[in-house]
């Protein structure tokens, strides 16, 4: 469990005081009457989307995504590859490595097929992320960091044609924000921070979510779109 003893730092009692500090921000009203759908982009976000639907009767699915790191050194991360085989590239560090996009790509192809491949079937019996085509869609994470991963989902999301995408986060560094407020239609976060460390930080508890406690929150759910397929 990660725990912040730092009192005159952290923001976030825990991922429940994130969410109610993250409701006080939405237009709950706004996206009830235009059939918002949530995307959680990451376990940790899991818990923050749920709420959010099963409270106020909102649609959610996960978008599940990897990090493709440099050879011998898992630490560096150069891109990140979605369920969706869009890969979003850092690619002046790319270029800085001498590193070929076709390592970039047999990466995330290796990566889909296994590790994402194998969240779809815990998750989702197999499925692909439901059809968001001209939706309105909320994308949810519990704080953003380098942006990739959010990048990612933004660029698989637009690519299946949404309607309308805006993010929803906690705590997000100021000038990742200033860069996203370009490419979505709204962020909603509660905090933006100008010497960012790590989302954690921000935290004064954030255990990491277990599979048994995600597949319990999406199995009891009604709102949670593989859920409804068979309605």
Not at 162 to 189: F, G, Q
């Amino acid at each position: 469990m990660v725990q912040n003893s730092d009192s005159e730092n952290w923001l976030f009692e825990d991922r429940k005081d994130a969410y109610r500090q993250l409701l006080e921000i939405l237009p709950i009203k706004v996206m009830q009457h235009e059939s918002w759908i949530l995307i959680a982009l990451s376990s940790g976000a899991v818990e923050i989307t749920w709420k959010l639907a099963e409270r106020f009767g909102f649609d959610f699915d996960l978008l599940f995504s990897e990090a493709i790191v440099a050879p011998n050194n898992d630490e560096c991360q150069l891109a990140m590859v979605s369920e969706t085989n869009d890969i979003v590239i850092e690619e002046k560090l790319v270029e800085s490595f001498g590193i070929s996009l076709d390592y970039i790509y047999d990466q995330g192809e290796f990566l889909f097929h296994d590790r994402i491949a194998k969240y779809q079937h815990r998750y989702r019996k197999g499925e692909g992320i439901a059809d968001l085509r001209d939706k309105n869609v909320l994308l949810i994470d519990q704080g953003c960091e380098t942006g990739f991963n959010t990048m990612c989902a933004l660029k698989s999301v637009i690519n299946m044609q949404v309607r309308k995408v805006s993010l929803a986060t906690p705590v997000i560094p100021d000038d990742l924000h200033s860069k996203l407020d370009k490419k979505v239609d709204k962020i909603y976060s509660v905090h933006q921070i100008r010497d960012f460390i790590e989302v954690a930080y921000y935290y004064k508890t954030l255990p990491e979510p277990t599979p048994e406690e995600i597949i319990e929150m999406l199995n009891a759910s009604n709102h949670f779109l593989p859920n409804k397929k068979g309605e």
